[in-house]
């Protein structure tokens, strides 16, 4: 009954986007949209774990000690500010560009869950509210756990783009394996972030700010675009300033830079 009700529920959706003149690529799109940026350089995989399925992009990681693991972003959450997607999967996957652009050997690239997979487990709530849920967290938890086993890897780089900052952040928090923690427009205070564009707060979800003596000790690099009017540096700053030791974490603001610019150019010059 259940899946009747949700069918029902994506079916009149998707009427009212073709009556809206809406034309969204279909998640099958978006994949073969990915698939094409990625071409030869990564191999496509799938990691089952006890939560969700993880679609992933994956280099060549024998005889890697230290992988860099790129997150995506929140993806396509909403089609309007008040009509849910019914498929989280990106149009325009802008981690995956992050990793593709990576100039290290070592690098993989993680969806996030419901995003270019099919699995029963995909509710609209874990790319809503519950987007950073203890589950979702648990999931790549279990992702970074079987790389770690298949490889013998020693130590992991998080690179987390948008909401994938804060997914990559809350790793950080739970993990003594992450050797740094870079965040490209991350979103590090959610409950500040709510609060600035007037939403409601993600109340089942973990806000990586109230996590922040877990990740005193980890170096930090956080990317933020002075001109990035969904997360400024405003929800940055929220997060810093609760941090009583300071001493592990970098950040530049880059003037003129929004939400979706090409910050690859940027991770090209920095290093981590």
């Known amino acids: 009954m259940r899946k009747l009700i949700y069918f029902l529920i994506y079916f009149f959706i998707f009427l009212f986007l073709i009556g809206c003149g ?95 997979v099919n699995d029963k487990q995909c509710n609209y709530k874990y790319w809503t509210d519950c987007r950073f849920s203890k589950k979702v967290i648990s999931s790549y938890q279990d992702v970074l756990n079987q790389l770690k086993n298949k490889y013998d890897i020693k130590s992991f780089v998080l690179i987390g783009y948008s909401g994938g900052g804060a997914v990559a952040a809350l790793i950080s928090s739970f993990r003594n394996d992450v050797s740094m923690l870079v965040t490209v427009a991350g979103n590090l205070d959610t409950k500040k972030w709510c609060e600035i564009h007037h939403l409601t707060p993600l109340t089942c979800s973990l806000n990586p700010a109230d996590f922040t003596d877990k990740l005193e000790n980890i170096k930090q690099l956080h990317l933020i675009g002075g001109s990035d009017n969904n997360i400024n540096k405003a929800v940055f700053f929220s997060y810093y300033d609760k941090f009583k030791n300071k001493k592990n974490i970098k950040y530049l603001i880059i003037k003129n830079y929004k939400h979706s610019s090409d910050w690859s150019k940027i991770l090209l010059h920095v290093k981590y």
Request: with cysteine.
């Open 22 to 116: 809406y034309n969204i690529p279909s998640p099958s799109q978006r994949l073969a949209k990915a698939d094409k940026l990625a071409g030869n350089k990564f191999k496509k995989h799938i990691f089952n774990t006890k939560e969700f399925k993880i679609f992933s992009y994956e280099g060549n990681l024998k005889g890697c000690k230290k992988v860099y693991v790129y997150i995506e972003g929140d993806g396509l959450s909403w089609i309007t500010s008040d009509l849910i997607s019914s498929n989280p999967t990106p149009l325009n996957p802008e981690g995956l560009k992050l990793a593709l652009n990576d100039r290290h050997k070592c690098v993989v690239y993680l969806a996030r869950p419901c995003q270019y």
